[in-house]
């Protein structure tokens, strides 16, 4: 909220669609944003800090209690969570990158033996000792690291606005959305210009940036609104919804 407290209802409604598609058969990981903003509602501050160090500080308060509303809203659909908490070097070093994609299929990926888990993967980076500034961008650039690593078959990125537009729409009121985008080139970037909110550090540069790492090793890209998470459903029933980026 606008306040700097979670939105629970957004994310109740998030958790109970995820929790439905599981139920339905597709396997879902999770990347999720927000321990920093969360950690600065908790506290009781008017804005995100701006040094590492207080990131740092409200990561390690907000990381607990976004965990807490995960894992409370999915048990109540059924569900069990794990966390994953990711740096820059798990996806860098070649030992910690094989046991993070061993750890993924140990948890997400169900088969018939009763002694495999079926846990649904809630990733974030992990904030609290990160030492470089944002380092994969407001984790939409971890979300295409990720999707590459268990070679997910889409990525769907949920953000405050209906897709990448053809101009800026806080500016442009004939702005358009680019329902399909076959190739990400300088031109787009040029027109995504622009920063996230102030308890977020995100914006469509990051998105675009993201949908590039995805589409480039064949994972299709959505950047839609989530703001109704119904949404999820009507991408996967195939209808047009924000921005498709279409895989190599």
Known sequence: HHTGKS???????????????????????????????????????????????????????????????????????GHTVGQFLITKRDVDNDECRENLINAFENLSYALSSILDYDVIPIINENDAVAVEEIVFGDNDSLSAIVAKLIKADALLILTDIDGLYDKDPHKDEDARIIP??????EHLFEIAGGKGSKFGTGGMITKLQ???????????T???????????????????????????
């Not at 990131?55 to 509303?69: D, H, R, S, V, Y």
């Not at 993201?210 to 299709?220: F, H, L």
């Not at 950047?223 to 924000?242: A, F």
């Open 7 to 77: 939105n629970i209802r957004q994310i109740k409604k998030l958790v109970a669609v995820i929790s439905d598609i599981v139920n339905s058969g597709v396997e879902v990981a999770l990347v999720t944003s927000g321990a920093i903003g969360v950690g600065v509602g908790k506290l009781g501050l008017r804005d995100r800090p701006t040094n590492t160090a207080g990131k740092q500080a409200a990561a390690t308060i907000g990381q607990c209690e976004l965990m807490f509303m995960y894992d409370k809203m999915f048990a109540e659909f």
């Open 222 to 248: 959505i950047v839609m609104n989530g703001g109704d998470s119904d949404n999820i459903y009507r991408v996967l029933e195939g209808h047009q919804v924000g921005t498709f980026f279409t895989a190599k």
């Open 210 to 220: 993201a949908a590039q790492i995805a589409t480039e090793v064949g994972i299709p």
């Open 180 to 185: 399909v985008v076959e190739e990400i080139t």
